[in-house]
């Protein structure tokens, strides 16, 4: 994609991150000052949530983020094969497309990350609280590693037999979107089990907070 700003600067792919960063600041007031008393008054919850549909929430928000960037990648990939963009190395299509999915994906951080930690801290026995909130950041570690394993597989299975596979290094020509699909499914599947697995939890008796 195009990353010109401006004629003479060309903005880094790597700093896009930067977007998530500006998300997680922009939704963490949201969150707190907006969201919450909306939910409170349905929900009759001190948080507005509990733990568990906070979490739940970031679930569901992040498929809608892996279904909206394979549009995306569905809309750009269809650009390309109009114009016959294949061995184009940027294409005339913003790179600030892909800002939306950040900010989407902030939003998961707020509701996941940041409910997991309160979670892990709140139900952990009292003297095992600072353990169970570095085990609640490890998942996240361990979430990097499961994707590279998962983009090392797709690699492998897609590139039998001379294929160019899902993710060549001329995305031009291979099928990023199918990633993305998988990613939605796999993150509606993960959704599932997690709800399965949270109705039969039961809440720790915390004091001077709704259970």
């Not at 061995?87 to 892909?98: A, G, K, T, V």
Request: aromatic fraction near 14%; proline fraction near 3%; charged fraction near 15%.
């Amino acid at each position: 994609m195009d990353q010109h700003m401006g004629p003479n600067f060309r903005i880094p792919s790597a700093s896009l991150s930067l977007f998530d960063t500006l998300s997680v600041i922009f939704w963490t007031p949201v969150y707190d000052r907006i969201i919450v008393q909306i939910a409170r008054k349905y929900t009759g919850h001190e948080r507005g949530f509990t733990q568990l549909q906070r979490m739940g929430i970031g679930l569901v928000l992040s498929t809608i983020a892996m279904i909206v960037v394979g549009i995306l990648e569905v809309i750009r990939l269809n650009y390309v094969r109009r114009h016959n963009y294949y061995d184009l190395e940027y294409i005339p299509m913003s790179i600030f497309w892909q800002v939306p999915q950040y900010f989407i994906v902030g939003c998961v951080e707020v509701f996941t990350v940041i409910g997991q930690v309160e979670f892990f801290y709140d139900q952990a026995p009292d003297a095992m609280r600072g353990l169970c909130s570095a085990l609640a950041l490890t998942t996240v570690a361990l979430g990097n590693y499961l994707s590279t394993l998962l983009v090392t597989i797709v690699n492998n299975l897609t590139t039998k037999n001379g294929n160019l596979g899902w993710i060549p290094d001329n995305m031009n020509r291979g099928h990023l979107d199918y990633f993305y699909w998988l990613l939605a499914i796999l993150s509606l599947l993960n959704f599932l089990v997690y709800l399965w697995i949270s109705k039969s939890y039961t809440y720790k008796k915390v004091a001077g907070r709704l259970g």
